[in-house]
């Protein structure tokens, strides 16, 4: 459902990634793991097409990510591929609520059954209480929470999460992964993260380590 294939970029002269070749298929829970600067952010955005490869192809369920128009490329991130950035993305000027169902539903209205899921997210990862504050109103670990529930609502069938529990204490990193567990047991939702966790990592299937652009099996 996910393939990667040859996969280069650079920054200036720096080469990040030489050749990354990787498949991910349905129902897969995959932890990347490899030092800060090996190039998991960027490897995690050319996936999601937030970032342009300067070789190589990444095909989502058969279709080319960097040929999508930003409408077709939209409408996948709604429905295929929900995104958790390291450094959030939520959007400043929408409460937490907008935020979760707003840029979830591309102003779409939400059904009822979206509704109550989201809810139980919200109730989870508890941020029920903070539903009408804005980011800049919130912790990092809030936000970080927020930013989790946003990708899981519309049940993607892959969500990708790039260190999804870095600013949380033990107690929330234990209930995310465990709606991460869920969701790929109970919905079959390809999960992708990458972690600097051994802890979070265990939680996956699978762990793949990124050295020197590379990825090492
Ligand atoms: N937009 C950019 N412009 C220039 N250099 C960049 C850019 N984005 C990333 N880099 C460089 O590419 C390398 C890989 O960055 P990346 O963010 O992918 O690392 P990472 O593995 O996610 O690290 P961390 O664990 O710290 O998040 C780093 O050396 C970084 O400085
Ligand atoms: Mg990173």
Redesign the pocket.
Known sequence: MIKVKGVEKS??S?K?LRGVSLEFGKGDFVSIM?E???????LLGIIGGFIQADAGTVFIDGKDVSALSEREMAKMRSSVLGFVF?SYALIPTLNVRDNIFLTATLGKKTDPETKEYAEGLIKRLGLSEMLDKYPTELSGGQCQRAAIIRALVYKPSIVILDEPTGALDSKSEAAVMRVLTEINRDLGTTVIQVT?SEKVAAYAKKIIRLVDGEIVL
């Open positions: 920054y200036n720096e990040v490899g800060s600067g090996s190039g998991k952010s960027t390291q600097h």
